[in-house]
């Protein structure tokens, strides 16, 4: 390789390897000083029981998911990373995966309650609802030590209910998402109070079988079989049925109240021919005895199995039972699921987040980077054309893994590779890849290998932080706009080809800039002639893809929403993308830039691209407004701003090469200029 290349080339990896840092240091938060002794912690959960329990269906957010991917989510919403890490005393660590977390929460709430899961980014927030926060600002806390302020907690929560978003501070944030994160949680340690704690009976319950234990605790499952026979209910149903709204009897009050606290984990029974979509609760268990429903004969052997599985938790030495009975839980309701047809995607859904494709991804691509900077060394050499193939190929697979990863979420969900702003982020990121391997395969120079491998690691980083950051199921139920797979396919994927052709074109412009300002010369002509050839053609498939978008996203606002085109943020957006794009194209076809003009305004329409793609979200207006994402306005911003500073640097390029001229010689600083002069 030349040397006006490798200072771009060394600044790309510095800047490469600061995102590494960066965003790495931001995921993993470190944890709070505390550390458990082994009686503290609840024993640890076998493989077999964690494997058969993560294959549990559960329905979720509005579609049915594995019980291994809504743990995960909950983790992270919590916790900003997907597991917990719990330091012993003796200086080792036990790691509990998210199935692990979900039973002890579930079996062992009183140890569990322990785990410090609940991150807080500013330890002030905590101070505003009266708690003593730890000596770090940004630390992990438990729910035990979040306790003491639930109520303030949730006044605030309350409070902030009636502010939008948009118009709350920082903290208020803050504190509003704890507060709801709280609330989550406690609906999960809470689930199995009925099977521990049991229920009582009424002083005055008039009716046999439970006459004779008025005023006693007894079992859930025996209150229910005993509730439904006696005549105080029969008499409640008929009188509701004729429309009567006399008040409930106490006991079936307590009973209600159970059936809707247990209401949220729904992986109890699979759905059945008459409710094809329904997978039935905990409380939708209770309903159907009571009324007859389709799972009503088997409710109550499932209530008791989990009371007796609760009564082994809490008994001590009786953990390998109660290990033997979770397993064969789970065992039992993957088979009653998989005999639905609404359990087909739930493997797929399982095996797509334990198998990480966007992270082995990530990583790989800074693997490849680091090989591709060895053969940096001695380019010329047999070593440095092995390593400088490795890292091609090497950047191939990455870009294989993006692929397969995206596929494998359209065969889950069923639509097509863009249905949220989440996944815009690995599609955009795969066909940057995909076209600047091509440019690579064109030219053959390594300059389009890097940029193909740092679009890679920093989109693959992003997606990451949005995941994190977002915490929440990156395959939600689709708004119903969205459900049309002709444009999702459409519309929706040529406007993100769009954006990733001109995002690229941005990039190579950008590195041309650099270039120049070390080689205001232009020795290297065959270096800033690929890049120029890059950049413009790279940009004409931008304008293509950008205008077949647009005009596909005008004829669907026309099926959906009755106009063509109303002047929403989104198509503003993608319309100045356009435009942008005709307007560079028609400057340089005229004459009236060159090359240095060219790449100039093209790298400045990045900052049109990071509008349309993200900008637009935060506004919170317009039917687009559906991918509203919090706190990325200064990050946006800063994105603005170093896009322009590369902007100027152009300019300053052109400024300096001017007053280097010297009249009448066509020289700058004495060395005759190569090709047609820059404007």
């Known amino acids: 390789m030349k040397k006006a290349p490798v200072i771009p080339a060394i600044l790309m990896a510095l800047a490469v390897a600061a995102s590494a840092l ?58 900003a990373i997907p597991s917990v890490r719990l330091n012993l005393e003796d200086g ?9 977390w979900f039973l002890d929460v579930l079996f062992y709430p009183e140890v569990a309650n322990r785990y410090p899961i609940f991150n807080v980014e500013d330890s002030d927030a905590l101070l505003q609802v009266g708690l003593n926060p730890h000596d770090k600002k940004r630390d992990k806390y438990s729910y035990e030590e979040l306790a003491p302020a639930r109520e303030s907690l949730i006044a605030a929560r309350s409070r902030l209910a009636e502010v939008p978003p948009e118009k709350q501070s920082r903290l208020d944030l803050q504190i509003n998402n704890l507060a709801t994160n709280v609330i989550r949680y406690e609906e999960l340690f809470h689930f199995l109070d009925f ?83 329904a997978w039935v609760p905990a409380g939708g268990l209770i309903r159907d005895f009571l009324t007859g429903g389709p799972h009503g004969a088997t409710a109550i052997a499932q209530l008791q ?38 359990y087909k995607k739930v493997s797929l859904d399982r095996g797509y987040l334990k198998a990480g494709l966007f992270a082995w991804a990530k990583w790989g691509f800074v693997l490849v980077f680091l090989t591709l900077a060895l053969s940096w060394l001695a380019p010329a050499s047999r070593w440095g054309r092995v390593l400088s193939r490795l890292s091609l190929w090497g950047a191939a697979a990455g870009l294989g893994a993006i692929l397969v990863g995206i596929g494998w979420r359209v065969l889950i969900t069923g639509w097509g590779p863009i249905t949220n702003i989440y996944e815009t982020i690995p599609f955009i990121t795969l066909m940057a890849g995909v076209f600047a391997l091509l440019m690579e395969k064109i030219f053959k120079n390594r300059i389009p290998l890097i940029v193909a491998i740092c679009c890679g690691a920093a989109g693959m980083f992003l997606a990451g932080r949005y995941e994190a950051g977002d915490a929440a199921d990156t395959m939600p139920s689709l708004v119903a706009v969205l459900r049309s797979n002709y444009w999702l396919w459409t519309h929706v994927t040529s406007i993100n080809i769009g954006y990733a052709t001109v995002l690229l074109a941005s990039i190579f412009s950008m590195i041309y800039i650099f270039c120049r300002l070390f080689d205001i010369t232009r020795q290297n002509q065959a270096l800033f002639r690929m890049l120029t050839q890059s950049s413009y053609g790279i940009l004409c498939f931008g304008l293509v893809f950008s205008l077949v978008g647009t005009v596909l996203g005008g004829i669907w606002g026309n099926d959906s929403w009755g106009r063509f085109w109303g002047w929403d943020p989104k198509e503003n957006g993608a319309l100045v993308i356009v435009l942008w794009c005709l307007a560079v194209l028609h400057m340089r076809l005229a004459g009236w830039i060159k090359e240095i003009g060219l790449h100039v305004c093209t790298a400045f329409g990045a900052n049109f691209c990071l509008f349309s793609w993200w900008h637009v979200n935060l506004l919170n207006v317009g039917l687009h407004s559906y991918g509203f994402t919090q706190g990325l306005d200064q990050k946006l911003f800063l994105s603005y701003g170093i896009v322009s500073v590369v902007v100027l640097l152009g300019v300053a390029v052109k400024v300096l090469e001017w007053m280097a001229l010297r009249p009448g010689t066509g020289t700058v600083e004495g060395v005759p200029l190569a090709g047609e002069a820059a404007r």
Do not use: C
Not at 51 to 75: C, N, P, Q
Not at 198 to 227: C, N, R, W
Not at 308 to 322: H, I, T
């Open 22 to 79: 960066y965003f790495s240091s931001k995921a993993r938060v470190a944890d709070q000083a505390r550390r458990f002794t082994p009686e503290q912690l609840a024993p640890a959960w076998n493989k077999d029981v964690i494997d058969a329990m993560e294959r549990v269906a559960k329905t979720d957010d509005g579609r049915t998911k594995s019980l291994h991917t809504f743990a995960y989510y909950e983790l992270l919403r919590n916790r």
């Open 305 to 342: 199995t989990l009371e007796r599985l609760a009564g082994l938790a809490a008994e001590p030495g009786k953990n390998g039972e109660l290990q033997a009975g979770v397993a064969a839980l789970g065992q039992g309701l993957v088979a009653a699921a998989q005999a639905s047809n609404s």
């Open 92 to 100: 080792s660590a036990r790691s509990v995966p998210p199935v692990a």
């Open 195 to 277: 099977a521990r704690k049991g229920i009582a009976i009424p002083a005055d319950f008039p009716d046999e079988p439970l006459k004779s234990k008025a005023g006693q605790t007894v079992p859930f499952s025996e209150a229910l079989v005993g509730l439904k026979g006696s005549a105080t209910f029969q008499k409640f149903i008929e009188a509701a049925r004729t429309g009567d709204r006399s008040p409930m009897p106490e006991l079936l009050q307590k009973v209600d109240l159970v059936l809707r606290d247990t209401s949220r984990i729904s992986w109890y029974a699979p759905p059945t021919a008459a409710t094809p979509d």
